[in-house]
Each structure stands twice: as structure tokens, then as C-alpha cells.
């Protein structure tokens, strides 16, 4: 994130503010919270905001702005305040485990070093493994009087129901374009031109569209429009050559969110040309397909050369390619 963010400076979720403001004016901001809603939207971005406004040193009796200039505030906007902690699922592993959390409930168990709360974020909670769930149930059923847990998801039907019974819970909606393009212009040096793609292609997710604006979209999208065009009338060569330029880590991502796009493209234009009949279908079953594999790609690591081979290959045939 190119900045740290305030109530003030965050864009959107107005009345949900306005609910954590309140509470924290009357010193009641609850214990356990679980900010849930699209994925992307703002939600860790809150929880940060929150967390500065309660560990300010200097924030004003009955006040919910932080000073942004305390010692405190420094040291949260620099990821080393003593009484914070985030919790997510680390490089090497694909979920938040048990350790993790065993390790943030003896956190929110201490006294707090510099201010009145322990604060805890996890981020996405929806992450965790069962053994991991279990473990964050004991802190939720005996919170420390002193701790603030925040726990995230753009999935919470995923945690356990006892998990959610136990948290306030906070909607967050998704954003409108505009109000997506305003974050994203605030975070990146782009042209108005590749923040508006990058927002069309992002899904509502403020990630996504920083991401592909720091990776130079304009002349990436051309690239991709070019090779895209091209599957179906060349021949395997050239097709798995494509697939092989677009799997190196620096350009999948940013590949597959072009890819995402591209096929809905398609798919409403084959609605426009045949009224969602057989074109329609095939298109819709070879998109289901690609998302499956892909999304698979991303999370158990496959081999993201085979991976596009086979989609451009499907594709290709689907276009009438013969191999």
C-alpha cells in the first residue's frame, strides 16, 4: 500500500465509519469484529485506520481521529507498533495455521506496552485451517479485557459459525468505479486512461487495479490483444510460445485478469449474436473450465506454462484449430 490510511483519507464506507467513530468516542469499540464484504474493497485498509484512531498517544478525549504525528502513530503506520499485530497466511504456506494463532492469543493476552488496547488483525480469515479455528474459538469465548481482535473475509460463510456468532459484524460494500479510480489515482503515477482499464478489469478490487497499473497495462494489454487474437489461426508452436510468455511470474497475474476480462467480452458478445444458444454455451463452459485451473494455479502452485497451454489450446479449438 503506497500510503497509510485514515478515516480521513479512506474512500467510501462512510456509514460504516461513522459506527466505529461512535464507539470509539464512548470507549466501547467492542472486542471482537469481523469486516466482511468483496475482496479488495477496503476492508484491512479500515482495520489499520481503526487500529491507529485507538493506540493514538495523543488522540483527544471523546475524539475518533488519530494525530498521525505521535510516536504511536509513526509506529503503526511503519508495521512496528508493540500493541499491533497482523496475522495472514504466510509465503510457504497455504493456510493461516494453528501456530499462528496460538501465537496472537498469547499476544492479546499481555498488557499492552505503550497503549490501552492489544489490537490484532487477521487477514483473511477465511484462510485459517480448521485446527487454526478452533484454537481463535478459546480467545473469542474468553476475550482479554484489554484486546481488539479484527478479523477480515471476503468469504465468512467459510468460517466456523461460532467464529461469526461471536463478532460484530460489519458489511462492506463494493466500491463504485468512480470512487475506485479516485483510491487508485491516489496510490499510483498512471494515465487517467490506464487507471480507468485497470479498474474495468479489476472487479471492484483496489489491489488489483494498483497492480495492474504498476505493471505498465497499456503496453501489456496491446501485447496480450495481439496474442490473443492470433490463437486459433497458428499453429501449436506459436501457440504454446504464447502460453509460455505470458507464464513467467512477472506477467501471470497481470495475464490472467487481462484473460478474465477478454472472456467476458466474449461471452456478452456471442449473447448479442446468437441469444445465449450453442456459442454461448461453449464459451461459457470453456470460461468455467479456464477459471477452475487457473484459480488452482494461483493457490497449489501448477506449472503455469502447462496451465495456459492448456486453456490457449481449448481456446483454439473452440475457434476451430485443428491440433
Avoid at 470453456?286 to 501448477?302: H, T, Y
Wanted: hydrophobic share 40%.
Amino acid at each position: 500500500m503506497a500510503f497509510f490510511p485514515t478515516f480521513e483519507t479512506i474512500i467510501g464506507h462512510d456509514s460504516n465509519i461513522s459506527g466505529m467513530c461512535a464507539a470509539i468516542k464512548v470507549g466501547k469499540p467492542g472486542h471482537s469484529h469481523l469486516f466482511h464484504g468483496p475482496k479488495g474493497v477496503g476492508k484491512a485498509a479500515t482495520a489499520l485506520a481503526f487500529a491507529q484512531v485507538l493506540l493514538c498517544k495523543d488522540r483527544e478525549e471523546g475524539s475518533a481521529k488519530s494525530c498521525g504525528v505521535c510516536s504511536s502513530c509513526k509506529k503503526i503506520e511503519g508495521g512496528q507498533h508493540p500493541d499491533f499485530t497482523l496475522v495472514e497466511m504466510l509465503e510457504d504456506k497455504t493456510r493461516i495455521t494453528v501456530e499462528q494463532i496460538r501465537e496472537l492469543s498469547a499476544f492479546l493476552s499481555l498488557t499492552p506496552m505503550e497503549s490501552q488496547w492489544k489490537i490484532a488483525l487477521i487477514d483473511d480469515g477465511a484462510q485459517m485451517n480448521i485446527s487454526a479455528s478452533n484454537a481463535l474459538l478459546k480467545t473469542l469465548e474468553e476475550p482479554p479485557d484489554q484486546s481488539i481482535l479484527i478479523i477480515n473475509s471476503s468469504r465468512p460463510g467459510l468460517l466456523l459459525p461460532t467464529i461469526r456468532s461471536r463478532c460484530t459484524k460489519t458489511r462492506f460494500s463494493g466500491l463504485r468505479d468512480e470512487e475506485l479510480f479516485e483510491i487508485v489515482g491516489k496510490i499510483v503515477k498512471s494515465s487517467s486512461e490506464d487507471i480507468k482499464q485497470a479498474v474495468a478489469m479489476s472487479g471492484g478490487d483496489v489491489a488489483q487495479a494498483v497492480g495492474l497499473c504498476e505493471s505498465g497495462l497499456g503496453e501489456e494489454r496491446q501485447r496480450f490483444l495481439r496474442d490473443i487474437e492470433e490463437i486459433g489461426s497458428v499453429n501449436l508452436s506459436r501457440t504454446c510460445s504464447i502460453a509460455e510468455y505470458w507464464s513467467t511470474a512477472a506477467r501471470f497475474a497481470t495475464m490472467l485478469l487481462l484473460l478474465k476480462a477478454w472472456f467476458q467480452e466474449q461471452i456478452r458478445g456471442s449473447v448479442e449474436s446468437d441469444g445465449g444458444g450453442e456459442s454461448t454455451r461453449n464459451w461459457l463452459s470453456l470460461v468455467q473450465w479456464a477459471d477452475d485451473i487457473m484459480r488452482q494455479a494461483m493457490v497449489v502452485n501448477l506449472n503455469r506454462r502447462l496451465v495456459l497451454e492448456s486453456v490457449f489450446i481449448k481456446l483454439a479449438r473452440l475457434r476451430g484449430a485443428k491440433f
